[in-house]
């Protein structure tokens, strides 16, 4: 039963990337996002192609700016931007520590590492450069989000993954199907976790959430985005939370984390 599972699944996922890698082309959308987007999708099926046709694409022609304006949409193209993202380098990191037959704890600790990496320095401050004005000033802006995002990921994350391998057989081993799947589930798990967070940061202005790009024939590309930390909304200045405010959330991120290291632990 398991395997018939696994095989509908894998056969829904194909077609859900199929479906938003073809279509995603037509949304007004930023490069990074429509990227994002098909990544997710390919890791977590069907789900993200619902929560692509959903949260982004555009229902009508020009409605694109009011469709995604909602905050929750906001919201969802943030996580979605940290879930694919990191989604790369913390697979990279289960292979190669399934590999590599690394203890838990080290598995663990590898996926994190790769997955910040890839995410911060990648798929956050890199393709988001233009929006900060050189990349060294985009590390500086996304290393704090990144940081606690990722943090409430990997919280989702580890539980799933850990119970999940304990209790199907092979799949620890990235060369079977149920690896995959597992994975698929587990980032699934830390997205629901992520999403949380990521609507504290967009709300207090700290990540952006969609995007809108439209290239009108014969004229520049015209973007439409948050405005950044620090610029004015409507005469109204966006302030940067205090520094309290922030320490209490990275605090905040890391108990998260903790509490789900805890309780992959305790239910393994």
Not at 42 to 70: D, K, N, Q
Request: aromatic share 10%; proline share 6%; charged share 10%.
């Amino acid at each position: 039963m398991l395997s018939g599972v696994i095989l509908l699944w894998f056969v829904l996922t194909a077609l859900s990337v199929l479906f938003v890698a073809v279509d995603i082309r037509s949304t007004p959308e930023s490069p990074v996002l429509k990227w994002g987007f098909v990544l997710v999708t390919a890791y977590t099926g069907p789900f993200g192609a619902f929560l692509y046709v959903l949260g982004c694409r555009e229902p009508l022609p020009g409605l694109h700016e009011r469709y995604v304006a909602a905050r929750w949409r906001q919201v969802l193209g943030s996580t979605m931007h940290c879930v694919a993202g990191d989604g790369i380098g913390i697979l990279a990191g289960a292979v190669i520590g399934s590999a590599l037959h690394l203890s838990e704890p080290l598995h663990v600790g590898l996926e994190y590492v790769l997955g910040f990496g890839f995410g911060w320095t990648i798929f956050q401050a890199l393709f988001m450069r233009a929006m900060a004005g050189s990349y060294a000033k985009s590390l500086r802006d996304t290393f704090l989000p990144e940081f606690l995002s990722m943090n409430a990921l990997m919280a989702g994350m580890i539980p799933v993954m850990t119970i999940m391998m304990m209790h199907i057989p092979g799949s620890d081993s990235p060369w079977t199907s149920t690896f995959w799947f597992v994975m698929s589930m587990a980032l699934l798990g830390g997205a629901l976790i992520a999403y949380p967070m990521n609507w504290w940061l967009v709300a207090h202005h700290l990540k952006h959430g969609m995007l809108t790009v439209r290239e009108p024939a014969g004229t520049p590309a015209v973007q439409s985005k948050a405005a950044p930390v620090g610029e004015t909304t409507r005469g109204m200045q966006i302030l940067k939370p205090s520094t309290g405010v922030i320490a209490a959330m990275t605090v905040l991120s890391i108990v998260i984390l903790a509490v789900g290291i805890a309780v992959s632990a305790i239910l393994a």
